[in-house]
């Protein structure tokens, strides 16, 4: 863990209290409509893996998945801890997904193995890491994330991430549910409600 790291993870709670107070990067959207949803569920995607395995979101059909746009250097970056403890205890009914992007101040660097390393070292990550890409709206978007923050394609939902570990839930049948920005803790009720 880098110096910058390490003052990171120190100042962390002081973030996450400063996001909840002031509202500052803690934006929830929900589909509250449920009849409006895509004729292309995320299930018709598969996922490069930083380990270079691809990953097919078909054998998530019964699992609600959490999707999540993560940086090493950044501020947020405790909330591995908190998304390694998600997947743990839901299981049986969960899977996260992290997708390293270097899209917000240049702070995910690393290659996909340093990434890796640091996330297991860490935080003992265990859950599925994506090959890092760009997150953001524009010609290099990561297919997930084109799908995840256009209407047009999701049903719903135009939000794209607006800062590091944004998340974005998917219900069992693949359709886009909700949209948590990073000052949404993953533990925070309304997403063990959502999750529950």
Known sequence: MTY????LK????????????TGKRAKMI???????????????FRVKLNNGAELPLEQFRGKKILIVNTASNCGFTNQYDDLQRLSLDYKDKLVVI????????????GSDAEIAEFCRINFGVTFPLAVKSSVV???????????????SENGWNDQQPTWNFSKYLVDEHGYLQRYFDPGISPMDRDILNAIE
Do not use: C, T
Not at 30 to 44: F, T, V
């Open 137 to 151: 709206k524009g010609p290099q978007q990561n297919p997930v994330f084109k799908w995840l923050s256009n209407k």
């Open 10 to 21: 120190a100042v962390y709670p002081a973030i996450m209290w400063f996001s909840k107070l």
């Open 98 to 109: 992290g997708f390293p992007a270097n899209d917000f101040k240049e702070q995910e660097k």
């Open 4 to 7: 910058r790291q390490k003052i």
């Open 30 to 44: 929900e589909n509250d409509n449920p009849a409006i949803i895509s004729d292309n569920p995320i299930h018709n």
